[in-house]
């Protein structure tokens, strides 16, 4: 819950099919997790000083700021808002991701590495050089889904200096991605699609664990398995046998 910019409740259940949010999508840096947002409420003052020095804690407090600019009494963000400690919630979650990013009113993408204000319209080996010129948020497994699950999506630099939207820069976020640019205006992935174009976006994005590479897919292909960290490839095997099950698509093979 939010009140005046600052989360009043900072943790609060509610019904995705009911309630209005606003959702943040990032490249993770040094975040705030949930057992440290819950311990700021009643920790020692060093402790605290030491989490608000944080990147991920200021990308926490501005984009509290924006949603409530915007109108949203909520905003639901990744880092601190799932408790990893308990398996059950983290499988819950990795398997909802889809459907959390797809019914948010907005979903604000924060651009780290984007100091002009205005959104890149070239790639730039120099200033994005660990991704392949464009910013780093394009490069990743788990933003892909981020970026066609949202109908709305505002884009913003470093500094949150709003520099785009997701309708405006349809046909620039397809040159960057190569995903058509009716997914990206519509927001869903038409069934005339082959498992394998869809594996296409995915292929030159990188994950921290190797069986992100295929949980972080699972909304992309309406699939769900449960989540098993510590198998290593055999998550990617399991999401092939997955898709097969529920479409019969053996472009996945390409794959």
């Keep these: 819950m939010l ?5 009043t409740n900072v943790f609060e259940d509610f019904d995705d099919k009911t309630a209005t949010y606003a959702i943040l999508s990032h490249r993770w840096e040094d975040e705030v997790n949930y057992d440290e947002m819950t311990g700021l409420i009643k920790t020692n003052e060093y402790y ?3 989490v608000r020095q944080r990147t991920g804690y200021k990308k926490i407090i501005k984009s509290c700021k924006q949603a409530v600019q915007d109108g949203h009494r909520c905003i639901w963000i990744d880092t601190c808002c799932i408790d990893r400690r308990s398996s059950s919630e983290l499988s819950e979650a990795i398997n909802s991701m889809y459907r959390w990013y797809r019914k948010s009113q907005t979903c604000y993408v924060y651009l780290h590495d984007v100091e002009d204000a205005v959104f890149p319209t070239r790639q730039d080996f120099h200033r994005f050089d660990n991704a392949s010129g464009w ?3 394009f490069s990743r497994g788990w933003t892909l889904q981020e970026l066609i699950a949202p ?3 505002k884009f913003f630099n470093k500094n949150w200096v709003f520099i785009g939207d997701k309708e405006g820069l349809a046909m620039m976020l397809e040159k960057i991605t190569r995903i058509p640019f009716d997914v990206l205006k519509e927001g869903h992935i038409p069934r005339r699609l082959c498992t394998a174009e869809i594996m296409s976006w995915a292929a030159d994005r990188m994950t921290t664990r190797v069986e992100d590479r295929a949980y972080s897919l699972l909304g992309l292909f309406g699939v769900n398995m449960p989540i098993l960290y510590g198998e290593g490839e055999k998550a990617f095997q399991r999401l092939q046998v997955e898709i097969i099950r529920v479409s019969g698509d053996l472009s996945i093979f390409a794959w």
């Design 3 to 7: 009140h005046h910019g600052l989360p």
């Design 135 to 137: 910013p780093e948020w």
């Design 151 to 153: 109908k709305q999506i």
């Design 48 to 50: 605290g000083n030491e």
